[in-house]
């Protein structure tokens, strides 16, 4: 575990006057949101009654939920923290939030009696079984800060994925799903506030009663133990209380990011250290925070419409905000940082080996192209039938293929160039950042293909280069270069969720975007897919002396010969354009560019060129065998292939995070 939490010391002077001020712009902005009011239609009569109604029944509701929904969401927050010794953790980074929309989804396409039953032990029964694999995964480490937020992005991206494929398989609009997801405060009762509001005054009660076990936590375990401590029951206890208060905070209004961050560190900045001091502080920065933020994003929108949703917004500065706390996290080890396997003695395996790889793939296409469901059921399609059907199943097979490539290509080289074995343009936000370039793109071009691809290379090569240079820094460890991939993904996935909450044309090309769907896949797609390949992929064989010397360190590779930042920035635009051609066939989401390089590294590909192309062919194999699943699964429907790849992905990594081995002390 972390060490001990700081002694406790009184709040400096100076703070009365920042609480003060956070009070009067939470009341200011408040004020000025109901002053604001676009006038109504109808007589003065009418007018003022709407006006009245809309006062008590929807804005004044509106800012006490946004109130208690802060309050709660820094309350799970700081017990979180506390309890597992953690200062990045909060309901988004330990996928609370994303295990009870889950859990929701599920229940509202395939048990809709429960969600009448009670809505709230549905999402509270998905974010215990989140936090349960996230601890579980952490546990051989001893739940080391970062290797908790690792994992709980991880169950988060599986979770997502998964509840994005529910609501696809059963035919229904996703964007939907993003827009709840994104964390809406609008009400038209007070029904939130009523529900929320004593699960509030409950868990504060609570965590108040457990004021001397939550001051003993902060104590050397043995020395807890000894003051009579029951650690485990009190542990158990205190994650009840937040996770509690963060499921029925998500089954009311959605995911609201970050805020559970957000404030118990402000508490700590305002000085508030013992228990007592960030019980009154976290809950009451939150609410302000939640308050100011809902508050924004009411006089930024346009009549009675939001500028974005309110989690949307407060997801924006969650990832300048794990930035920044990244600094109080203590280095660490990465889960299995080597590039070997069990056992030392492994041999590299040789350029020969990859032809049974190669024809391991040709056999899964071939299955692909012959084997499906139709009304009938199962059958192979042979003779006139399956010329038939060529046209449909080839193109997106193709498709589906050379983006698995191009992604394990460039999984390969973000690799090489940080490090890192756990790098990968998903992990990295380098495919987030795509989206961003993406939204620009929409936004200030004419639409177009070429626009659209040349926006999202744009925005995963500025991503990129962002992290390249944050991992140049000196004491930027795997560890910590992840975290800051998760904060910049955060960020842009934000920026994008911001722009899809508007509805327009751009929220739908967002949505084909994010789903990855190539169920529409035809010749160009695939022209596209193979030419991508043959050009960035094949010169990538004239650098393979680069990929050998950039692991080895600056210092080392200049004293080699090696013209560092030229072969840096060369194969940072190469890996970009893949991610980005990639991105346009099949989604952001598919974690194929992490899976690749490390299963060709498992599989004993060691050097460079092989590492490469073996990544380049487990990546093609890997998403053909995704899109050929993702077309039985859920027939007539078909789930977009994209997100199938992260439910193949999302295991793999919870495997790989839980490879390494224990930690003791």
């Known amino acids: 575990m972390a060490e001990a939490v700081q002694p406790a010391r009184p709040l400096r002077k100076g703070h009365p006057g920042a609480w003060l001020l956070a009070a009067l712009t939470a009341a200011a902005l408040l004020a000025t949101v109901v002053a604001t009011r676009p006038p109504l239609p109808g007589s ?10 809309l006062l008590w029944q929807s804005l004044m509701p509106r800012a006490v939920t946004a109130l208690i929904c802060g309050a709660a969401l820094g309350l799970a927050g700081m017990l979180l923290q506390r309890v597992l010794r953690n200062p990045i953790a909060d309901a988004s980074t330990l996928g609370v939030a994303s295990g009870a929309q889950l859990a929701l989804t599920i229940a509202t396409a395939y048990a809709p009696a429960l969600i009448a039953f009670s809505r709230e032990g549905v999402a509270l029964v998905g974010a215990i079984v989140a936090v349960a694999l996230v601890l579980g995964l952490s546990w051989r480490r001893g739940l080391d800060p970062m290797t908790v937020v690792l994992s709980g992005m991880v169950v988060s991206l599986v979770s997502a994925a998964a509840s994005a494929t529910v609501i696809l398989a059963k035919g229904e609009y ?4 993003f827009i709840w997801g994104a964390g809406s405060l609008n009400q038209q009762s007070w029904d939130v506030a009523l529900a929320l509001g004593p699960r509030f005054l409950l868990s504060a009660l609570a965590a108040a009663l457990l004021l001397r076990p939550l001051a003993l936590l902060g104590l050397d375990e043995d020395m807890a133990r000894s003051l ?25 209004v959605g995911v609201i990011g970050f805020v559970g961050l957000a404030a118990p560190a402000l508490a700590r900045e305002l000085g508030a250290r013992t228990p007592r001091q960030m019980l009154l502080a976290a809950p009451t920065l939150g609410a302000l925070l939640l308050s100011i933020t809902d508050s924004a994003v009411q006089l930024l929108g346009s009549g009675f419409n939001d500028l974005a949703p309110t989690g949307a917004a407060t997801a924006l500065f969650g990832g300048p905000l794990l930035l920044w706390l990244m600094r109080r996290v203590p280095p660490a080890l990465p889960p299995q940082a080597t590039d070997a396997v069990p056992g030392a003695d492994r041999t590299s395996r040789s350029f020969r080996a990859l032809a049974p790889l190669a024809a391991l793939i040709m056999a899964v296409a071939a299955l692909g192209l012959v084997l499906g469901r139709g009304p009938d059921g199962w059958g192979l399609a042979a003779g006139p039938l399956f010329w038939e059907l060529l046209p449909f199943r080839g193109p997106r097979l193709v498709a589906a293929g050379t983006a698995g490539a191009l992604l394990g290509a460039a999984g390969c080289l973000m690799q090489r160039l940080t490090a890192n074995p756990l790098a990968g343009p998903e992990v990295l936000g380098v495919s987030a950042g795509g989206g961003v370039g993406l939204l620009l793109a929409l936004s200030l071009l004419p639409a177009s293909p070429f626009a659209m691809l040349a926006g999202i290379a744009g925005g995963s090569l500025a991503v990129l280069l962002v992290m390249l240079l944050f991992a140049a820094r000196p004491g930027v460890g795997p560890q ?16 994008v969720s911001t722009a899809m909450a508007q509805g327009d044309l751009r929220a739908y090309m967002l949505l084909v975007w ?7 896949a035809g010749e160009v797609e695939a022209w596209t897919g193979l030419i991508a390949c043959i050009v960035l992929i094949a010169p990538l064989l004239l650098a393979v002396r680069w990929l050998d010397l950039l692991p080895l360190g600056e210092a080392t590779s200049r004293s080699l010969g090696l013209p560092v930042e030229r072969s840096r920035l060369y194969l940072a635009a190469l890996a970009a354009l893949m991610t980005a051609v990639a991105s346009l066939l099949v989604g952001p989401l598919s974690l194929i560019g992490l899976i690749a390089p490390h299963l060709a590294r498992l599989a004993g590909f060691a050097r460079s060129r092989d590492q490469l192309l073996a990544s380049v062919l487990i990546g093609c194999g ?21 997100l199938f790849a992260a439910l193949i992905g999302g295991p793999y990594l919870v495997w790989l995070l839980n490879r390494g081995g224990s930690r003791h002390g």
């Open 174 to 177: 996703v964007l939907s799903l």
């Open 228 to 252: 009579g401590l029951a650690l485990h029951a009190t542990r158990l206890a205190v994650l009840g209380i937040a996770i509690w208060l963060a499921a029925s905070v998500t089954a009311e």
């Open 622 to 642: 890997v998403m053909i065998l995704a899109d050929w699943l993702a077309r039985l699964v859920a027939f007539p429907y078909q789930v977009p292939v994209g």
């Open 44 to 53: 003065p009569e009418l007018a003022r009654a709407l006006e009245n109604i």
């Open 480 to 495: 910590r270069l992840l975290l800051a991939g998760i904060a910049m993904g955060a960020l842009c996935m934000a920026v």
């Open 514 to 520: 994010l789903s990855g769907s190539t169920n529409r």
